[in-house]
């Protein structure tokens, strides 16, 4: 069974970084894509970026430029470091494993982390 635990998620004003944390368990994470999503309230979950096994990676429009989605096999660890932040990036953040490369999620999803963007 694989376990993820996100971490790193907090209060930040506009335009200042975060950077979040994925700690694997349980899996073969070298050979696994892993993800990260966002849902705000009232809102759906959305995919936000997503790296493969082979460190390549893919982001969502939205995004694009200001986040960056890194791995560590050695530590099975995921991170999202943000930068640039604005009050829509406002949401409960979600590492997952094993998200297909259109960015379809797997089926095992971290608790969540929640980040906030205010002044």
């Known amino acids: 069974q694989v376990q993820l635990v996100d971490s790193g998620g907090g209060l930040v004003q506009p335009g200042g970084s975060l950077k979040l944390s994925c700690v694997v368990s349980?899996?073969?994470?070298?050979?696994?894509?892993m993800g990260w999503y966002r849902q705000a309230p009232g809102k759906q979950r959305e995919f936000v970026a997503r790296?493969?096994?082979?460190?390549?990676?893919f982001y969502s429009d939205s995004v694009k430029g200001r986040f960056t989605i890194s791995r560590d096999n050695t530590q099975n660890t995921v991170y999202l470091q943000m930068s640039s932040l604005q009050p829509e990036d406002t949401a409960v953040y979600y590492c997952?494993?094993?998200?297909?490369?259109?960015?379809?999620?797997?089926?095992?999803w971290g608790q969540g982390t929640q980040v906030t963007v205010s002044s």
């Open positions: 997952n494993y094993g998200p297909n490369p259109r960015g379809i999620p797997g089926g095992d």
């Open positions: 790296i493969s096994a082979g460190e390549g990676t």
């Open positions: 349980g899996g073969i994470f070298s050979v696994a894509a």
